[in-house]
C-alpha cells in the first residue's frame, strides 16, 4: 500500500464495517459533481481520483485502511489543486447534504415547502367532499361499485384545474412566445401538455412541440452510479446550450433540426424533424426542468409562461399520514418503465433516489418561478396500480433488505408500497379507465399519441 499509485484494497465506512474499497466511486462522485456546473471530461475525473490515490498512498501505513471522511478529504484537496475550484464547491454541498440527512435533520438547500396552500386546500377539500379523504374510504369506493363515480369525479377535477390554467395562458396571448410544462418525474406532463394544445387551439392560438427530452446527452456521458445505473436526472444531462441555441433561432423565426433520443438504447443519433415557429404561434415545452433557468435563459422573461404540475395527493394511510406524492408518481414510473423503457421494478426503484435527489435540488425550489400549478393526482389509479406493481414488491424488498446499507432505502420504499396497497383493493379491469385519462400515460391505451 505504501507505493504511489496504489490504492487499498478495503475503507473503514462511518459506522466502522470495513467494506471493499471501489475506486470507480470516486470516479463517479467526482464526475457528478463536474457535471452539475457544466463539465464533462470523465478523463479528467480519472485524473483527479488517481491524484487521490495516490495521496493515499503517500499517507497511509501499510497495514491500516482509510475511512470514508478521509478520501472525501482528499477528494475536495485534489480537486482544488488541480484548479477545479466549482467543482470542489458542488462536492462540498453534495457532501455537507449528505450529512444532513444522515443527521436526521433538514436540508439548507433543498425545500419542499413552496406548494401553495390554497392548492392543498382545494385538493383536500375535493377528497372531503368525494369521500376520499382515506384508503379506507378508497377502498370503500370500490367495494360499493361507485369506482367509475369515482373516475369521472377526479378527471373533472383535474379538467377544471387545466381550464383555470389555460384561461391564464389565453390572457396573455399577445406576448407569449414558449408555454413550459414543468414538473417532476411522472407528474403527467405530456398529457397535460396535449390537453393545452387543445385548448389553446380552440382559442385560436396555434402552438408548435419542442421535445426537450431529444436533447438528453447519450447515456454513458452521465455520471454513473453503482454499476449498473446512471445519473440522468439533472437538468445538466440535457444539451442545455444546444437547447437555448435552438429556442433562440425559433424565436427569430428561423427553423431548427431536433435531434432524436431513443430512451431504449440511451443514444441521441439522427434527427427527430425541422421545428420552425410561424408568427403568432407558440412553443410548447415539455421537460422535467422546465423551471430550472437555465434550461430556457436565451427567451426574455416576459414571453414565457411556466405552468407546473404535480401529484398533489390529500389522501392519508391507516398511519393518519398523507401517502407520499413522490411515491405515487413512483408507481407511474414503475409502470411506464416496464411498458415502453424497457426498466425492470427493481431498477426503477432502486434508480429513484436519483430522481429525488434531482428534484429536490432543482425543481421543487424553483416553483416560485411558475405562473400557474395543476394537481395531476387521480385517486381511482392507486387500485389500478395495485393490480401492476404489488406481485412483484415482495420478492424486492427481501432482496433490498438483504442487499445491506446501500440498499435500505429501496427497502423503505417497496415496504411503503405494500403497506398502502394492503389497504386497497386491486382494480385490473381497465376497460373502466377512458381514453383520454391521464392515467392511459403510464398504463397505455390512450387516445393520445406520445412521442
Known sequence: MSDVGAWPQSIIKRDGRVVPFRREKIVSAVYRAAVA?????????????????????????????????????????????????RTAKAYIVYRYEHALKRAGRESLTYSSENVPYRKLWEALTWAIDHDCVTLRQL???????????????????????LEAAAARIIARRDELRAVIIAGPSSSGKSTTTLKVRERLAAAGI?????????YFFDLTDHPRVGEDDYDFETPQALDLALINEHLAELAAGRSVQVPRYDFKTGLRSGIAGTV????????????LHGLFPGMTESLPEECKFRLYVETLSQVRGPDGRYIRWADVRMLRRIVRDMQFR???????IRHWPLVRRSEMRYIVPELR???????????????????????????LQDEFRAGGEELQEASERA????????????????????GRSLLREFIGGSEYHYH
Open 37 to 85: 456546473c457544466g463539465g464533462r471530461d470523465q478523463h479528467e475525473a480519472e485524473r483527479v481520483t488517481d491524484d487521490v490515490l495516490t495521496l493515499l498512498a503517500r499517507g497511509r501505513q501499510r497495514d491500516s485502511w482509510p475511512t470514508v471522511e478521509e478520501v472525501q478529504d482528499l477528494v475536495e484537496k485534489a480537486l482544488i489543486e488541480r484548479g477545479h475550484a
Open 369 to 395: 418561478r411558475a405562473h400557474a400549478l395543476v394537481n395531476t393526482f387521480l385517486p381511482y389509479e392507486l387500485p389500478v396500480m395495485k393490480g401492476r406493481v404489488e406481485p412483484a414488491l415482495g420478492p
Open 276 to 287: 420552425v415557429l410561424p408568427p403568432g404561434a407558440v412553443l410548447l415545452l415539455d421537460s
Open 206 to 214: 396555434a402552438t408548435v412541440p419542442l421535445t426537450v427530452d431529444n
Open 342 to 348: 424497457g426498466y425492470s421494478p427493481r431498477a426503477t
Open 139 to 161: 377502498s370503500g369506493i370500490v367495494a360499493e361499485g361507485r369506482y367509475r363515480e369515482l373516475i369521472a369525479a377526479s378527471d373533472a377535477f383535474y379538467e377544471n384545474e
Open 415 to 434: 415496504g411503503r408500497l405494500r403497506a398502502m396497497f394492503a389497504e386497497l383493493p386491486a382494480v385490473t379491469d381497465e376497460s373502466v379507465i377512458p
